[in-house]
């Protein structure tokens, strides 16, 4: 039996809303927030903003980024959240409850410590104008890039 093509998260975005019309979409964290398996789950998107769900399986993490043109905010529904920054004191665990804004183009890393699933509600903008890339990785950044080559040079 062929397998079935995997579903667009966007385009089926409609069915998770109990109700929409042209300035409003509902929709419902508690019902929509899965926790069997690691998910993005996007909830409502107009122009210029958007509310998604994602959860992280134990252990599960990113990558050191940031968005060029997109601020988030991470909302803890479940679990806990680990939170990491290239600035000193930016490391914070966030537990149900709790949230982060960050700041559009400011570097960050997602980490589910454990012990259970961690499911959040992220609110993004979404730039009028797209950036050449979405997402920038730190590693790929001129500071990163000088962080690394320094790191490399005290281990010769």
């Known amino acids: 039996m062929a397998e079935q093509p995997r579903e667009n998260p966007r385009e089926s975005m409609p069915k998770r809303q109990s109700f929409r019309s042209k300035g409003w979409q509902v929709s419902n964290i508690e019902r929509w927030g899965e926790t069997?398996?690691?998910a993005f789950v996007p909830l409502t998107e107009h122009d210029e903003s958007a509310v998604i769900l994602n959860c992280y399986q134990p252990?599960?993490?990113?990558e050191m980024h940031a968005h060029p043109k997109e601020e988030h905010v991470f909302v803890v529904w479940k679990g806990k959240l680990h939170l990491t920054g290239v600035e000193d004191g930016e490391d914070l665990t966030l537990g149900a409850g709790e949230f982060v804004h960050i700041?559009?183009?400011y570097y960050y890393r997602l980490h589910n410590p454990g012990p259970d699933p961690a499911v959040y509600c992220q609110f993004r903008t979404v730039p009028a104008k797209q950036p050449k890339r979405r997402?920038?990785?730190f590693e790929e950044s001129a500071r990163g890039k000088r962080e690394a080559a320094a790191a490399k040079a005290q281990t010769k």
């Open 36 to 38: 069997e398996h690691s």
């Open 103 to 105: 700041d559009a183009g």
């Open 135 to 137: 997402i920038v990785f």
């Open 59 to 62: 252990g599960q993490h990113d």
